[in-house]
């Protein structure tokens, strides 16, 4: 679908609103708004919303925010992160056609060895996308050329390996100006995981796939995929690893978190309630390296549920219910702030954001450079009441926003 660069916002709006079926009184109360107020808006009367409103409605179309907005030029790009100096290194690696060669392949339990130093890192560093971005390359083809080399079980066991280089790659890539290496990295890991016959493998490869959907707008195939996966992956629950039952429970996850951005409340918290089940389930401090699913991480998803089922209140409330500091990973405990803060901006409480952004950036400053609703809520602030402007200034410098 185009963006309709030749219309105005209003129109493209209408045009958008009228191809998914819905009348102004439906698209209104989606997004808290009256039908008039939508009417005023396609019609060119007022102007454009602010991004938070853009982000409501391009949800309830089922179109990404650019396709609403083509307006918001440089804008957009500021508020959907930069480009790492180390993505042009992971891109061609990824790129790149690995043969055999004549050199020996590396060891498997040295390139497994390496592959949890790289989870590690992820988890452990402040500046995490800068040390996997340095560690990425060597991975990936050293990964594939393993592939190519081993046989039998070895080359089963290479693909696991490859599967899930390719799904810490996707995370390096993720809220960058790179949608077709995601999509690749994210098609690759699946076919890597598939042919590798491994449970843990294809959850893995699933709660990668999902989200990749789930981020492009298109819900109904994120829900699909983790369905199928999550009906594929069930049978081998039942006399398992841990690590095999945390991946089914962060795959029902999933699913609560697609069904809240679609709007559908009770379906998504019906799958968070199945996800705290499985949780309940695993070792206490037991932590999944690639989803961070465990006991601890429950509360952080709750919070999301809420905030895309934009419910502030309750997102809040859940909130002061569970202490970030529980969540061992910096960057997962980073991205759990921002989601409290983004709760905090829906009431209107600015104080709190800000203080909460500045929370996340102190976990893991990568993290919020590159998390698009951080960016656009600290931009927004910056025209914010006064009280709190200096403090979101100084945060739009660290994060890059502004100099």
Same mark, same amino acid.
Request: aromatic share 6%; net charge neutral; glycine share 8%.
């Given at each position: 679908?185009?963006s309709?660069?030749?219309?105005?916002?209003?129109?493209?709006?209408?045009?958008y609103r009228?191809?998914?079926?819905k009348?102004?009184?439906?698209?209104?109360?989606?997004?808290?708004?009256?039908?008039?107020?939508?009417?005023?808006?396609?019609?060119?009367?007022?102007?454009?919303?602010?991004?938070?409103?853009?982000?409501?409605?391009?949800?309830?179309?089922?179109?990404?925010?650019?396709?609403?907005?083509?307006?918001?030029?440089?804008?957009?790009v500021?508020?959907?992160?930069?480009?790492?100096?180390?993505?042009?290194?992971?891109?061609?690696?990824?790129?790149?056609?690995?043969?055999?060669?004549?050199?020996?392949?590396?060891?498997?339990?040295?390139?497994?060895?390496?592959?949890?130093?790289?989870?590690?890192?992820?988890?452990?560093?402040?500046?995490?996308?800068?040390?996997?971005?340095?560690?990425?390359?060597?991975?990936?083809?050293?990964?594939?050329?393993?592939?190519l080399?081993?046989?039998?079980?070895?080359?089963r066991q290479?693909?696991?390996?490859?599967?899930?280089?390719?799904g810490?790659?996707?995370?390096?890539?993720a809220?960058?100006?790179?949608?077709?290496?995601?999509? @690749?990295? %994210?098609? !690759?890991?699946?076919? +890597? /995981?598939?042919? #590798?016959?491994?449970?843990? $493998?294809?959850?893995?490869?699933?709660?990668?796939?999902?989200?990749?959907?789930?981020?492009?707008?298109?819900?109904?195939?994120?829900?699909?995929?983790?369905l199928?996966?999550?009906?594929?992956v069930?049978?081998?629950?039942?006399?398992?690893?841990?690590?095999?039952?945390?991946?089914?429970?962060?795959l029902?996850?999933?699913?609560?978190?697609?069904?809240?951005?679609?709007?559908?409340?009770?379906?998504?918290?019906?799958?968070?309630?199945?996800?705290?089940?499985?949780?309940?389930?695993?070792?206490?401090?037991?932590?999944?390296?690639?989803?961070?699913f465990?006991?601890?991480?429950?509360?952080?998803?709750?919070?999301t549920?809420?905030?895309?089922?934009?419910?502030?209140?309750?997102?809040? @409330?859940? %909130?002061? !219910?569970?202490?970030? +500091? /529980?969540?061992? #990973?910096?960057?997962?405990? $980073?991205?759990?702030?921002?989601?409290?803060?983004?709760?905090?901006?829906?009431k209107?409480?600015?104080?709190?954001?800000?203080?909460?952004?500045?929370?996340?950036?102190?976990?893991?400053?990568?993290?919020?450079?590159?998390?698009?609703?951080?960016?656009?809520?600290?931009l927004?602030l910056?025209?914010?009441?006064?009280?709190?402007?200096?403090?979101?200034?100084?945060?739009?410098?660290?994060?890059?926003?502004?100099?």
């Open positions: 679908m185009d309709l660069p030749e219309l105005t916002f209003g129109q493209r709006l209408k045009v009228e191809r998914s079926g009348t102004r009184a439906v698209l209104g109360g989606l997004v808290g708004r009256s039908a008039e107020w939508v009417k005023a808006v396609e019609t060119d009367r007022i102007l454009p919303p602010r991004l938070p409103m853009l982000d409501r409605i391009a949800r309830a179309l089922k179109v990404d925010v650019s396709a609403l907005a083509v307006e918001l030029g440089d804008r957009s500021v508020v959907n992160g930069p480009e790492h100096p180390a993505l042009a290194s992971v891109r061609d690696a990824v790129n790149r056609v690995v043969f055999a060669g004549d050199v020996p392949a590396e060891l498997l339990s040295r390139l497994r060895e390496r592959l949890a130093v790289a989870w590690r890192a992820r988890h452990q560093a402040s500046d995490h996308r800068t040390v996997l971005g340095g560690l990425l390359p060597g991975l990936l083809r050293d990964a594939q050329r393993a592939v080399v081993y046989d039998s079980d070895e080359r290479a693909q696991v390996l490859l599967a899930e280089t390719l810490l790659a996707q995370m390096f890539i809220y960058q100006p790179a949608a077709e290496l995601l999509w @690749r990295v %994210a098609d !690759r890991a699946m076919v +890597a /995981a598939q042919e #590798s016959g491994d449970p843990e $493998a294809v959850a893995g490869a699933g709660w990668f796939l999902c989200q990749v959907h789930r981020d492009a707008g298109d819900w109904d195939t994120a829900m699909a995929v983790t199928d996966v999550l009906s594929a069930e049978p081998a629950t039942v006399d398992g690893s841990t690590n095999l039952l945390a991946l089914w429970g962060a029902n996850f999933e699913a609560a978190y697609t069904a809240a951005r679609a709007g559908a409340e009770g379906r998504a918290w019906r799958y968070w309630d199945r996800a705290d089940r499985v949780a309940q389930r695993l070792p206490q401090g037991f932590y999944q390296p690639q989803t961070s465990s006991r601890a991480i429950m509360g952080a998803h709750a919070v549920v809420a905030v895309e089922l934009q419910k502030s209140g309750e997102a809040v @409330r859940q %909130a002061r !219910r569970h202490d970030a +500091a /529980a969540i061992p #990973s910096r960057p997962r405990r $980073a991205r759990h702030l921002i989601e409290v803060a983004r709760a905090h901006y829906g209107g409480d600015t104080e709190a954001t800000v203080a909460t952004l500045r929370q996340a950036y102190e976990s893991a400053p990568e993290t919020i450079r590159f998390n698009g609703y951080a960016r656009q809520i600290t927004d910056l025209g914010g009441p006064r009280a709190t402007r200096d403090d979101a200034r100084d945060l739009a410098v660290r994060v890059g926003l502004v100099s």
